[in-house]
């Protein structure tokens, strides 16, 4: 028999859960992230524990996308009247960030889904959350899971993609650090060391007279030993001060510039041992202060607990160019699912480096359109505000997918961030003299060559694995305009620019620079070799890109350091570099046209799938871009863009006799020899009164009367100023009193000793 009551009561169940389906239908969701791609070679392990910790980074819309984008690039193109007029933090979130309102509802909405909001961006393009994977999977209708890789641990990935109700659709972007499998991977290697072996005869690389840092005996030891490659009897090292002499960089010393008050911030996943920092800074005698900022815990990566020595060989590339530089190290956990964003905004939005190096990468199919994108939008925010970013090409040649990367395929791609046009991507080359079939260490005097860097394909646990300097044509960004515009004979569009499949006619194209990388003509370094991450460290020989991106953000900061520059950052390099290559090629840049001097590679096909892609070749090539730099040129000629000399006049408009109360209008006129645009500030006005910042018209209605003595001063982008002086008389309006008139006729009364009587 079945009770009344309880019919009742199934009822009223089925009515709520009725009018509960009916309220999810009615709030639509939208996608804001992808599933993760699972390619062969990944299997499902088994859902991820609903009690396990996650943090996440919720990227936000820009209220003017189409509007950043245009300035990022207005900002860092010479002639363009907006060039130079790099943001604040505050003024790019004022600007360009998600409006306080849209701010305010998304943490709201986070709250109310039971996560927990951590931090919201200075920029106003992030918020960080955190909450349990059971509470995240409903947050966002989303299905984690757990996945195994090979020669990696289980990781989490989404196998659906993130979703948020309509009503936040305009003002979220992306939900990331949810698949694992996007993890950018170190862009090159620490090198075991060689137990010893050494080319014949040779007991130490001899020092080469710089005027810079003087590698210690140790160093000089390990350039001579043999540095294990595809060729060993033929690899070597070099120590710093090679480096800076094969560059250039000498004659930027002997004008005491050693990169003295710029910072150069670090991308860094991998653990760091402050003692090879100081054990590398000891050796060479230099003394840069190294911070470490970690973005996800209170305490700093592996601090004195042994490091796996990419960290290390990125801070120390940049030691060994620009050794009075300061260095930020910005840290987070590889483990972490959001590492990547979080380091990027942290960078963006603290704003306390102008030169940036990544040597991370990830093959652009990997990542996912939403992560490049919101990714797009903090590397215009870095441009807006005059950062530098330099990242690693890859180390996977032409196929930038292809192994060890956890992919077994080998078409044709770049990595991103490389990719992204706000970022100068960094090829790597070899560096040797002799010739391609008996390559010889460079001494400093003989002839120097820089060839390709293909170590060609071999044979790693089974897999054929290839290892080359990154390039190719993007598929997700169209060619910008600092290389669709460059000279013709340059070679930057040739017969490969129309292969690409990015949805426009011409594609990005990567890299825009290089330097040495090749793991046979490596650098010498104090780190822990390999991904032991438990110390060892030793003297021994790196290689691949993580070594030429750094070194470039090492040559930017002693850029930004010359007296030309005038202490102005020259922000995104990419246009400058272009047009001077476009101007006088060879005056800047030493071409990168030969083979390997170990492989006999004349392209970048790391493993054999793409023969004879992509060749290098006169000029502009899509393996390692324009090629070396000449830093005695290269550095005064960013200058000469970023801070050219002219000459500023301002005109007094001599005394200028106001009414009290009433509009005014008065232009300072000024003039630029340069034909630049002007900036216009003003000290000492009246209250009521202001200055146009573009026309230098004094506008308002002067509230005070008195005798004012003013200073105008204009500007133009490139610190060019001058001021001049002069008098406003404001007086008081006809029949009406002035404000601090009446006090003194108070006062006045006072003084007179008039008093009322006292009552009776």
């Not at 007029?85 to 039971?114: I, K, M, N, S, Y």
């Not at 993130?162 to 090159?188: F, I």
């Not at 607990?305 to 840290?331: C, F, H, K, T, W």
């Amino acid at each position: 028999m079945i009770r009344r009551g309880a019919i009742i009561c199934t009822l009223v169940s089925l009515v709520v859960l009725a009018a509960a389906t009916t309220a999810t239908a009615a709030r639509p969701r939208v996608p804001v992230g992808d599933a993760a791609s699972l390619t062969r070679g990944v299997s499902i392990a088994g859902p991820v524990r609903a009690a396990r910790r996650m943090r996440l980074t919720i990227g936000l819309a820009s209220r003017d996308p189409l509007g950043l984008q245009a300035f990022s690039t207005a900002v860092t193109t010479p002639g363009s009247p907006q060039y130079g007029r790099f943001l604040t933090v505050r003024q790019f979130a004022h600007r360009f960030g998600a409006t306080d309102g849209a701010l305010a509802q998304v943490r709201r909405a986070l709250r109310a889904e039971g996560l927990t909001v951590l931090t919201t961006a200075a920029d106003h393009l992030a918020v960080t959350v955190s909450g349990d994977a059971g509470t995240i999977e409903r947050a966002f209708d989303t299905r984690l899971e757990q996945v195994r890789i090979a020669r990696r641990a289980r990781v989490t990935v989404n196998t659906t993609a993130p979703t948020v109700p309509a009503s936040l659709a305009r003002d979220v972007d992306a939900v990331l650090g949810l698949d694992g499998l996007a993890e950018p991977a170190a862009a090159g290697s620490v090198l075991t060391p060689s137990a010893g072996a050494r080319r014949p005869g040779a007991d130490a690389r001899p020092r080469m007279a710089t005027g810079g840092p003087q590698p210690c005996p140790a160093a000089r030891r390990t350039a001579a030993q043999l540095a294990p490659g595809t060729s060993p009897i033929r690899s070597f090292g070099y120590t710093g001060d090679a480096i800076a002499a094969a560059y250039g960089v000498p004659s930027l010393y002997a004008r005491g510039d050693f990169g003295q008050g710029q910072t150069v911030a670090v991308f860094e996943q991998q653990s760091l041992d402050p003692r090879d920092i100081a054990a590398y800074q000891a050796c060479d005698g230099t003394h840069a202060v190294v911070h470490i900022r970690n973005v996800d815990r209170p305490a700093p990566v592996d601090t004195g607990v042994g490091g796996d020595g990419e960290a290390a060989l990125d801070v120390e590339q940049v030691i060994s160019v620009a050794p009075r530089a300061s260095i930020i190290v910005y840290a987070a956990a590889q483990s972490d699912q959001d590492g990547t964003d979080a380091l990027l905004s942290a960078i963006a939005s603290q704003d306390a480096a102008k030169v940036v190096s990544i040597s991370y990468s990830t093959c652009e199919a990997a990542v996912g359109r939403t992560a490049i994108e919101y990714e797009a939008k903090l590397f215009e925010e870095m441009a807006a505000q005059g950062q530098s970013v330099f990242a690693s090409s890859g180390d996977q040649g032409a196929e930038g997918c292809s192994p060890p990367n956890g992919s077994d395929r080998t078409d044709l791609t770049v990595a991103d961030p490389a990719s992204q046009p706000t970022v100068t991507g960094v090829g790597g080359t070899a560096l040797y003299s002799g010739s391609a079939a008996d390559p010889v260490p460079w001494n400093g005097s003989d002839a120097l060559t820089e060839g390709i860097w293909n170590a060609g394909p071999f044979q790693q646990q089974g897999t054929t694995v290839g290892q080359a300097t990154g390039g190719g044509l993007s598929s997700l960004w169209a060619m910008p305009r600092f290389q669709s515009r460059a000279a013709a004979p340059l070679g930057v569009v040739d017969g490969f620019t129309a292969t690409g499949h990015c949805g426009a006619r011409a594609c990005r194209e990567v890299p825009d620079v290089s330097a040495d990388a090749d793991w046979s003509t490596g650098v010498v370094v104090y780190a822990a070799p390999g991904d032991n991450g438990a110390g060892g460290s030793s003297w021994t020989v790196a290689g691949g890109t993580s070594v030429s991106a750094p070194l470039w953000a090492g040559f930017a900061a002693l850029t930004d350091a010359q007296p030309s520059c005038r202490g102005l950052s020259i922000g995104d390099l990419n246009p400058s570099l272009y047009a001077l290559a476009s101007a006088d090629y060879g005056a800047y840049f030493r071409d990168v046209d030969a083979p390997s001097p170990f492989t006999a590679a004349t392209s970048n096909d790391a493993t054999g799938a793409h023969p004879g892609t992509y060749p290098v070749g006169p000029g502009y090539d899509l393996a390692t871009g324009l090629g070396a730099p000449m830093m005695g040129s290269l550095a005064p000629a960013l200058c000469a863009r970023r801070a050219p000399v002219y000459v500023v006049t301002v005109t007094s408009p001599g005394t200028i006799r106001l009414r009290a109360h009433r509009h005014a209008s008065v232009t300072v006129r000024a003039t630029d020899s340069g034909g630049a645009r002007l900036r216009f500030a003003a000290r000492g006005l009246p209250a009521g009164l202001s200055i146009g910042a573009r026309t230098g018209r004094i506008t308002g209605r002067p509230t005070h009367p008195g005798r004012y003595r003013v200073t105008v001063r204009a500007a133009d982008f490139a610190a060019n100023a001058a001021r001049t002086r002069f008098t406003i008389v404001v007086r008081a309006a006809p029949g009406r009193a002035s404000r601090s008139s009446a006090p003194r006729s108070a006062r006045g009364r006072r003084a007179s000793g008039t008093r009322r009587a006292p009552r009776a």
